[in-house]
């Protein structure tokens, strides 16, 4: 099987994923979720700890733990990758045309291993590339990713290097077969925020400079304005509100949205009350019948017990799940 | 506006130069050569004051030493050198019943509210240990007391009954506060007590601790690296870099017309609501020097980007910008 058998389509997305489900036996913890990735985009899925981000992210690679079952559908260049046997996924996408980073690149990165040796294993692999012209590639990859004297670095073992120094090694690595999609699980959430501040930006102009699409997996509100084109809310499982980024930050319509981005402490409120969101996420045991955020939602009405609500359409690429949204807004 | 510092006069805790080295662990090449060991060098030269009523924040990277200024303050750390004044009594000096009664009046709260809470204690039990420990309140009145103080945290009046792993993160750091707050506190010290926590429920604790500070008059030492939190929370600010606080003053200054090049830095890096903000170019080369390799001069010079040759032979002295704020920095004053 090619993956590569159904004509490429322009307007096509790159990755859609339909109807995601992720349970371990009774519970949900990724409950029947939609988007895609557009070519050279960046997506953001932003959450609280629980809503099944990286879980989802993890999905897309088959990089589930066991126990985990799987639904839906991962649409790849035209090939359903949740369908793949394990050698099929390994020799497709793995690695090569998707790749992945984590939040922690210390217990990603092998640490008896030399970095040069972890990127050259890749080039490998994946393109065939041996000795000195693997070690070159190599060289110009952690330049690539702004690592200074790159050619001495090589021989560095990962615990030579600091914090975001691994962080763009990682990325390195990932780069090396010349991906198409970057997955990236909260890339900066261990650094501090000057060398956050240089990792979102290398995340950028590799975007650019390899017309590369990346999802970015985030808690942090700032990181996705700053950083993501297109955003998806997810809340318990479930993508609450999708919208491209201006539109999110500027007219929120899901209660959810808003009660998040009312939470970040802001220079005009300094001192005074934030509007918190009341109460705590679910438990994914016992989940609320009808809207995940009825619980804690300022604007619940009693139908919102009954059921999922639908997702309700507001503009071209702004979408939210809630009763409220759209007409039926209320004081 | 409910900036304006909240109490004048002789501050409640005073810190003068305060010093602390540690020793780093020597390679096989300086135990051959008998070099000295070398010394990670943790708090340089650190000096505050706080007022009751006031809070003061503490903000700066992994590794700048506002963790062991912290810990050195409720003396968990023994100090090199310097002076601690805690209403008109030197802390570095004190033992016995004296100590005690300082440990009461301030209390530490740690980040991680899984560590720092025994988890076969129940709530109730915590915070009737440290009402007998400190003989707070008679016998017969602590049943009532710790209502009171669950009720002071926003939690159930039945949670007392039930074991940490039972509570989320942000109702564990209810609880580390409960407990801090049992004693009756002058001063709170807060060591990243929101950065494990969603920004939902982090939003609770910073309301509530807010709220606490205007209820009960507290002081507190807000330690953080999260500048949206801490512009949230600080009526003063110091910004601390390898040991040293570089900048300090009123949080309106220190935000708005922050004067020392690493401030800056920390501000245009820190992530703003405002969409497609990180376009810009890098708000700083380079990576923190190790403690242990402080570089001569001023400790930011490898990184500034408005370096002269003055701040690589001389460290700088604090330049008094307005009234309270202060940047040690060559550039500062011009």
Redesign the interface.
């Known amino acids: 099987m090619t993956l590569s058998a159904a004509p490429p389509d322009p307007a096509a997305p790159l990755l859609q994923v339909e109807q995601l489900t992720i349970r371990f036996g009774s519970i949900p913890a990724v409950d029947g979720i939609d988007f895609s990735v557009a070519a050279s985009e960046v997506l953001g899925l932003v959450g609280e700890s629980g809503s099944g981000k990286s879980l989802t992210l993890r999905a897309i690679l088959g990089l589930l733990p066991r126990g985990a079952a799987v639904g839906g559908r991962v649409i790849w260049q035209g090939t359903d990758l949740l369908g793949l046997a394990e050698p099929a996924l390994n020799a497709a996408v793995r690695g090569k045309d998707i790749a992945i980073v984590f939040q922690e690149p210390m217990t990603a990165l092998n640490p008896v291993l030399p970095i040069g040796l972890q990127i050259t294993e890749s080039l490998a692999v994946h393109r065939q590339l041996h000795g000195h012209s693997a070690r070159m590639r190599a060289i110009e990859l952690l330049d690539l990713v702004g690592i200074p004297d790159a050619a001495r670095r090589l021989d560095a073992y990962p615990h030579e290097f600091s914090g975001g120094m691994r962080q763009r090694a990682m990325i390195a690595i990932a780069l090396a077969p010349g991906p198409k999609l970057l997955l990236a699980d909260e890339p900066t959430t261990a650094l501090d925020v000057t060398i956050q501040d240089q990792i979102l930006k290398l995340l950028l102009r590799l975007r650019t400079e390899l017309a590369m699409s990346v999802i970015l997996v985030t808690h942090d509100l700032g990181v996705v304005a700053e950083t993501c084109d297109r955003v998806a809310v997810l809340y318990a499982g479930r993508i609450m509100e999708t919208a491209d980024v201006h539109t999110l930050f500027r007219a929120p319509a899901h209660p959810y949205t808003q009660g998040l981005i009312a939470s970040v402490p802001d220079a005009r409120n300094a001192r005074r009350m934030l509007s918190s969101i009341a109460g705590a996420p679910p438990d994914p045991r016992a989940l609320p019948p009808g809207c995940r955020f009825a619980p804690r939602c300022p604007r619940a009405l009693s139908a919102c017990d009954d059921g999922q609500p639908d997702r309700v359409r507001l503009a071209p690429g702004h979408s939210a799940m809630c009763l409220r949204a759209g007409g039926a807004a209320g004081p | 506006m ?2 304006v510092l909240p109490v004048q006069g002789a501050p409640l805790l005073r810190a003068n130069d305060l010093a602390r080295a540690f020793p780093a662990r020597r390679s096989l090449a300086q135990l051959v050569g008998a070099a000295a060991p070398p010394a990670v060098r943790a708090l340089n030269g650190v000096s505050l004051t706080i007022a009751r009523g006031e809070t003061l924040a503490v903000v700066g ?2 590794g700048c030493g506002k963790s062991t200024l912290a810990r050195a303050l409720v003396r968990l750390i023994d100090l090199d050198a310097g002076q601690i004044d805690f209403a008109g009594a030197n802390v570095r000096t004190l033992n016995g019943a004296a100590l005690r009664h300082y440990n009461r009046r301030v209390q530490l709260v740690f980040q991680d509210p899984y560590g720092s809470l025994n988890p076969r204690m129940s709530v109730r039990e915590m915070l009737d240990e440290a009402l007998s420990v400190h003989r707070i309140v008679p016998r017969a009145a602590r049943v009532g007391r710790i209502a009171e103080l669950l009720s002071l945290v926003r939690l159930a009046p039945d949670a007392g009954e039930r074991l940490p792993h039972h509570f ?1 993160g ?2 564990r750091q209810r609880i580390a506060i409960a407990r801090a707050l049992a004693v009756e506190p002058d001063l709170l010290i807060a060591d990243e007590v929101v950065s494990a926590l ?7 604790i ?2 509530l601790l ?2 606490l500070q205007q209820r009960l008059g507290l002081a507190i030492l807000f330690v953080s ?1 999260d ?3 801490v ?3 600080a ?1 003063r600010v110091a910004v601390m870099y390898l040991g040293q606080i570089v900048e300090t003053g009123p ?1 309106d200054l220190v ?1 708005d017309a922050p004067r020392h090049p690493y401030t800056q ?2 501000l ?12 810009r170019e ?4 380079g ?2 020097p190790s403690a242990m390799a402080i570089p001569p001069g001023c400790p930011f010079h490898p990184r500034c980007p408005r370096a002269i040759d003055l701040c690589r032979t001389t460290p700088p002295m604090d330049v008094l910008l307005a009234q309270g704020h202060r940047a040690a920095c060559h550039l500062a004053g011009g």
């Open positions: 409910n900036t990277e992994s989320s942000g109702q969603d920004v939902s429920v982090q939003a609770q910073l309301n807010l709220e690296h500048l949206r939190v512009r949230h929370l009526h949080a935000f830095a920390l245009r890096a820190a992530p703003t609501l405002v969409p497609g903000g990180r376009s890098a708000a700083i080369s990576e923190l």
